[in-house]
């Protein structure tokens, strides 16, 4: 066994000193609020959008449907889970009954006034159409809402484009962290 390090940027956005755009979806997507009933949806989500991804390898649990069941419940569970910054994308082409869910973001309170996303999935097939950047400006409106002035997330150095959208957005880089994982090493 070794250990590989993943270097990860923790960003954090001022929200009483910040213009946050406004979130728009392509005329296909619906917004969906938090309701406890979506967890189970927000998990599958969250599985599409990690499981093939270096997340995966950074947090196991994003790897394994299983794994983001039990992150979603985690979340939600907690005392400082805020639902107003927790939200679903659905995909509605052509105003099909049915939908697919395509995006996920839930957000928690640390403290009084700093709020943390914790995770933000764009399913692959619906990347690139800004479903990213509005679950972000979607999910700090909620934060605002609940009186929340600070947010923070972190995020892998190597994820050049998601670095970028949250800098865009207003999010600055206040520290850098290093992640341990342990790594198989095959013998020979």
């Known amino acids: 066994m070794g250990k590989t390090y993943f270097r990860r940027y923790r960003m954090e956005i001022d929200l009483s000193h910040s213009d946050i755009p406004t979130p728009h979806l392509p005329e296909e997507y619906r917004w969906v609020e938090w309701t406890p009933d979506l967890l189970e949806r927000h998990a599958l989500v969250k599985y599409e959008s990690f ?3 270096l997340d995966s390898v950074v947090f196991p649990c994003l790897g394994h ?3 983001c069941q039990r992150l ?3 979340i939600t569970h907690q005392k400082s ?3 107003a ?3 679903l994308i659905m995909s509605r082409p052509h105003q099909e009954f049915f939908g697919l869910d395509c995006g996920t973001i839930q957000g928690i309170v640390q403290s009084t006034n700093l709020g943390a996303i914790q995770n933000v999935g764009v399913i692959p097939e619906h990347r690139g159409q800004g479903l990213g950047r509005a679950l972000v400006c979607k999910s700090l ?3 605002q809402a609940a009186g929340i002035r600070r947010v923070y997330l972190e995020v892998t150095a190597q994820n050049s484009s998601a670095v ?3 800098h865009s957005i207003g999010f600055r880089i206040l520290r850098t962290l290093y992640k341990a994982v342990e790594t198989v ?3 020979v």
Do not use: N, R
Request: net charge negative; no cysteine.
């Open 164 to 166: 970028e959208l949250y």
């Open 185 to 187: 090493t095959a013998e």
């Open 141 to 143: 409106q909620g934060f």
């Open 85 to 87: 910054a927790t939200w």
């Open 51 to 53: 499981s093939q991804e």
């Open 72 to 74: 979603m419940g985690d």
């Open 81 to 83: 889970f805020v639902p």
């Open 65 to 67: 449907l299983t794994g």
